[in-house]
């Protein structure tokens, strides 16, 4: 009887630890995709129209992210991308909200 007792805890206790170990790592993801934002500058010819805007990117919070997925959004809408400022998280975003004014949030 207590072997095999025993025996039941040597295979549980790998899958208990596998259960863990697959919810912490799901936890740690759900941080790593904490919200992303960038702002940046763009223009329009034909009048010559320039604007500075905040976006919110998905995938990495980076740079060169932010550039790659507002450039396309941007030229979707008759605009070029000129020069991404930063990157940043949600804390950053009252600061902004007024000197971005129609274009919070937009692209």
């Not at 329009?44 to 932010?66: M, W």
């Not at 396309?72 to 000129?82: K, T």
């Amino acid at each position: 009887m207590i072997l095999h007792y025993n025996a039941r805890y040597v295979v549980l206790i790998p899958m208990i630890r596998a259960a863990t170990l697959t919810l912490y790592l799901s936890c740690l993801a759900n941080f790593a995709q904490a919200a992303c934002f960038a702002d940046y500058k763009a223009k329009r010819d034909d009048p010559l129209r320039l604007h500075y805007g905040v976006a919110e990117i998905s995938g990495r919070c980076d740079l060169d992210n932010a550039r790659k997925e507002l450039e396309d959004r941007l030229a979707s809408q008759g605009w070029e991308m000129l020069t991404i400022l930063s990157v940043f998280s949600e804390n950053g975003l009252d600061e902004r909200k007024d000197s971005a004014g129609d274009y919070f949030l937009r692209f």
